[in-house]
Every structure is written in structure tokens, then in C-alpha cells.
């Protein structure tokens, strides 16, 4: 009886074998985190074909940089740091995506605890995908990715007041898209109760 061994088992083995430019470890490492990637791209790039493109293209770099993994960090943090670079870079090329919308202030506050219970994930992944370019590009730095408006700042060629003002812009929006989906969603149950 043949006994299959599991190909690389450890990250480091995986990383060693992209060095060595094998092809079986690019396939794995797509397969591995393709997923997770695309999920990446899909929050910079509203277009799910355009986040298809960056997430190719960041795998294209992933492979042509893997000398410059040291191996002290994560390397799917390293692959995300990549995907998000090139999300940029992307948006850079293909938008105007410093774009601004003008927001009236929000007199209601949506109701939290509401939304805790009745909003789920696609919900809000939708809310953060309708944001126009800018808005959520600033909003996924640094709600999602962790950075900070100093970060955000240098790596897109803004002030880091333009950092905050987007990421406060984008917050307005989406505590009003939260309240509208409340408001809809009550005006559907009491529709439903006077129905029956």
C-alpha cells in the first residue's frame, strides 16, 4: 500500500519551497489562501472582477517577492500587507477614489443594540462596499487592517487630517445606512403584523 505524505505540513516548509520556486507550493499557497485574499480585495475594490485582478496580481507579487519574507512574522500577514498594497495601488491607477460625498450630520442615532441582534455580516459588508472609494478605503486601513492615521496617511499621499475626516465621513454614513436599514426593517414587521 502507497502512503501519501502530507506536502508541506509546516508554514515554514510551504515558505522554503516557494523559495526554492516550486510550483506545487505556488499552487498551494493560491488554494490556501485565495479565500481569505479575495475577501481582502473585495473590501478596497467594490467590483468583484476588479478584486479577482488585484488578488492575482498580489499573488503574482507574493511569488516574485518571497525572497523578502524574513520569516519573523506571519506569513499570511505578509501575503494580507501585499494584497492591501496592491488594492491601493489599483485604486490609485483606476479611480479618483479621494471622492467625497456630501453628508448632512446625523440627528438620530441608529439603535445599537438593535443592530447587534437583527444586522448580520452581509449586511454590513454591503453597507462598507457601497461606501464611495475613498471613504472605505480609509475606513478598511483602519477599522479593519489596524492602522494608524499617520500609516494611512503615508501610504496614500494624504494629510493625516484627510485621514481622519474621511474615516469620520464614512462612519456618518454608515450609522445612517444603519438607521435607514432599521427603519426599514421596522416599517416590514409592522407591515407583517397588520397583514395577518
Known amino acids: 500500500m502507497l502512503r501519501i505524505i502530507p ?96 453628508v448632512d450630520e446625523m440627528t438620530d442615532e441608529p439603535d445599537y443594540e438593535w443592530a447587534d441582534t437583527a444586522v448580520n455580516e452581509n449586511d454590513l459588508l454591503r453597507m462598507v462596499n457601497q461606501l464611495p472609494d475613498g471613504y472605505r478605503t480609509v475606513f478598511n486601513l483602519y477599522a479593519i487592517e489596524g492602522y494608524s492615521h499617520a500609516e494611512i496617511a503615508d501610504m496614500l499621499g494624504i494629510s493625516e487630517g484627510t485621514s481622519k475626516s474621511q474615516l469620520s465621513r464614512a462612519r456618518i454614513l454608515l450609522q445612517t445606512n444603519l438607521k435607514k436599514l432599521e427603519k426599514d426593517f421596522t416599517n416590514e414587521k409592522t407591515y407583517r403584523k397588520a397583514a395577518y
Open 7 to 102: 506536502f508541506f505540513t509546516t508554514e515554514a516548509q510551504l515558505v522554503s519551497a516557494l523559495k526554492r520556486g516550486e510550483s506545487r507550493a505556488h499552487k498551494v499557497v493560491y488554494e490556501r489562501y485565495a479565500g481569505k485574499m479575495l475577501a481582502v480585495c473585495t473590501r478596497y475594490c467594490s467590483n468583484r472582477a476588479d478584486a479577482e485582478e488585484v488578488m492575482i496580481d498580489g499573488f503574482m507579487k507574493v511569488f516574485e517577492k518571497i525572497e523578502q519574507f524574513r520569516e519573523d512574522g506571519s506569513f499570511e500577514g505578509w501575503i494580507r500587507r501585499i494584497m492591501v498594497t496592491e488594492s491601493l495601488m489599483f485604486l490609485r491607477r483606476n479611480r479618483q477614489w479621494r471622492q467625497e460625498v456630501a
